[in-house]
């Protein structure tokens, strides 16, 4: 059960969208539609953004949005704000009640 | 209002024991796992393992497995994470989470509900 693979840096203007991939195995990623992504502050826990690939719980802005394509998750954020700052993780259900995370992607809003 | 609360920050020598817990309020915490994910300083999010409330059954990542034990009390809506023997190496945020393992309306197999964390310093 390895950690799925993110990119450890991403950047954008006020404005613009970035995108921060996920990529896993058929064992994780590929095999459910079952990809979660986290935002996690400085100090803080980290907060459920998106679920199930692509769902917003209650009170995420649509300018978070997510897809998949085989092994690999993406988590796209539009009209980035100051506030986006911060570190993303994804996770995937893996079966059997197990679970996976990324490594973490540090988001910077320039 | 849905909450996991969990126990306050440790510090603790090497080789001593410990256990840390979350408390569920405002939901059936029984009918749930609770997941617990390792931050070690300036890492990422590690799942270790998890625990379904209702009858104690717990499944570990390969790479805790034998080191913490993950327990549940149900008639005090707590989940516990233990340790037998601390090492310098356990030093860490460890967060509680209620993990959904199957899909309903409002939510589908992801971690949803997140405690503040507890910093153990060993």
């Known amino acids: 059960q390895s950690a799925l693979t993110q990119p450890p840096s991403a950047s954008g203007s006020p404005g613009q969208s970035v995108t921060i991939s996920c990529t896993g195995t058929s064992s994780d990623v590929g095999g459910y539609n079952y990809v979660s992504w986290y935002q996690q502050h400085p100090g803080k826990a980290p907060k459920l953004m998106i679920y199930e690939v692509t769902k917003r719980p209650s009170g995420v802005p649509d300018r978070f949005s997510g897809s998949k394509s085989g092994n690999t998750a993406s988590l796209t954020v539009s009209g980035l704000q100051a506030d986006d700052e911060a570190d993303y993780y994804c996770s995937s259900y893996a079966g059997r009640n197990t679970w996976v995370f990324g490594g973490g992607t540090k988001l910077t809003v320039l | 209002e849905l909450q996991l609360v969990q126990s306050g920050a440790e510090v603790k020598k090497p080789g001593e024991s410990l256990k840390i817990s979350c408390q569920g309020t405002?939901?059936?915490?029984?009918?749930?796992?609770v997941a617990w994910v390792r931050q070690m300083p300036g890492q990422g999010l590690e799942w270790m393992g998890s625990?379904?409330?209702?009858?104690?059954?717990?499944k570990y990542s390969p790479s805790f497995q034998g080191q913490v034990t993950i327990s549940a009390d149900k008639s005090l809506n707590i989940a516990y994470l233990h340790w037998n023997s601390l090492k310098a190496s356990d030093t860490a945020r460890y967060y509680c989470?209620?993990?959904?393992?199957?899909?309903?309306?409002?939510?589908?197999?992801?971690?949803?509900?997140w405690g503040q964390g507890t910093t153990v310093t060993v």
């Open positions: 625990v379904y409330i209702g009858d104690s059954d717990a």
């Open positions: 989470a209620r993990a959904i393992s199957y899909c309903s309306i409002s939510t589908c197999y992801t971690m949803d509900v």
């Open positions: 405002g939901y059936s915490f029984s009918n749930y796992w």
